[in-house]
């Protein structure tokens, strides 16, 4: 495992849409986003859509008092409506950069027909995190493991923005890139294909350059598998990181979501706070 080098980087200014639910939970994502306004000056949206099944006065009024602790530019809006999806994807219409949305949704029957955030996530052009297991992010973060499932430049800038906030003043943030090989083949590196081999070194260019504009020192390991979930749980259960930050390869589609999918199986056997890119 290596680790790497920086420099210095600018502040950075994006529009952020965080949908609101209503459940307790949802304050800590709203904190930790908070924190990140706090220091790369983004500007902040949280909405929610009041229908007769989800009221949130409680929560808003306790996110109104964290907006007034900390120095941001960030709204509540609260609209009314049956189709809390579509209120959102109209309100991210607005030229949002990022949509961040809360998800507690394990029950096979909503992934088969479609929860909020899967329409959302389907649906949306700018990008979109899904934030799963919210409800055990610790204060402060000590690991942050990234498996490049796709080794997106966004993922990567959006990771070490998180480690200029207060609660990750002290993490370590580690990419690990995962070569896949079919049976046929042995397990060794002289068995990687070129393509492949091509891939990892533009994930690689890309977190260098990335780190030296942030001015962070990641580390970044490769490993080779058969199976890239049990290495990834293994990894987990051997890192032990307080979040797992995952870039999927591709949006949910219509009908059944991310059903079968290596970011579905993950987020769903992971008993830790993990966060979905799409």
């Not at 943030?173 to 891939?199: N, V």
């Amino acid at each position: 495992m290596s680790k790497l080098g920086g420099g210095e980087r600018p502040g950075n200014s994006k529009k952020i849409l965080i949908p609101i639910e209503g459940h307790p939970s949802e304050l800590k994502m709203c904190r930790l986003f908070l924190d990140l306004a706090k220091v790369k000056k983004c500007n902040l949206t949280f909405f929610h859509v009041e229908t007769p099944e989800t009221r949130a006065e409680e929560i808003l009024r306790k996110l109104e008092n964290n907006i007034k602790e900390v120095e941001v530019k960030a709204w509540i809006q609260v609209v009314s409506g049956e189709d809390p999806a579509n209120k959102i994807l109209e309100e991210a219409k607005r030229q949002y950069d990022l949509i961040v949305m809360a998800s507690r949704i394990k029950a096979l029957k909503k992934q088969l027909f479609g929860s909020v955030t899967n329409k959302v996530t389907r649906s949306a052009k700018c990008d979109v995190i899904v934030f799963h297991n919210v409800d055990k992010l610790p204060k402060n973060l000590g690991k942050i493991l990234v498996p490049l499932l796709s080794p997106k430049r966004k993922v990567v800038k959006l990771v070490l923005e998180f480690l200029d906030m207060e609660c990750c003043r002290d993490a370590d943030a580690t990419f690990l890139y995962l070569h896949e090989l079919p049976i046929s083949l042995p397990l060794g590196t002289e068995y990687i294909p070129e393509e492949e081999r091509k891939r990892v070194r533009k994930a690689l260019s890309i977190i260098k350059e990335e780190s030296k504009t942030a001015g962070k020192t990641p580390w970044f390991k490769d490993l080779i598998t058969r199976d890239i979930r049990r290495t990834i749980l293994d990894y987990v259960k051997k890192f032990k990181p307080d979040l797992v930050f995952i870039p999927a390869r591709t949006r949910p589609r219509a009908v059944f979501g991310l059903l079968g999918t290596d970011e579905y199986y993950l987020a769903s056997h992971l008993n830790i706070p993990v966060i979905l890119f799409f």
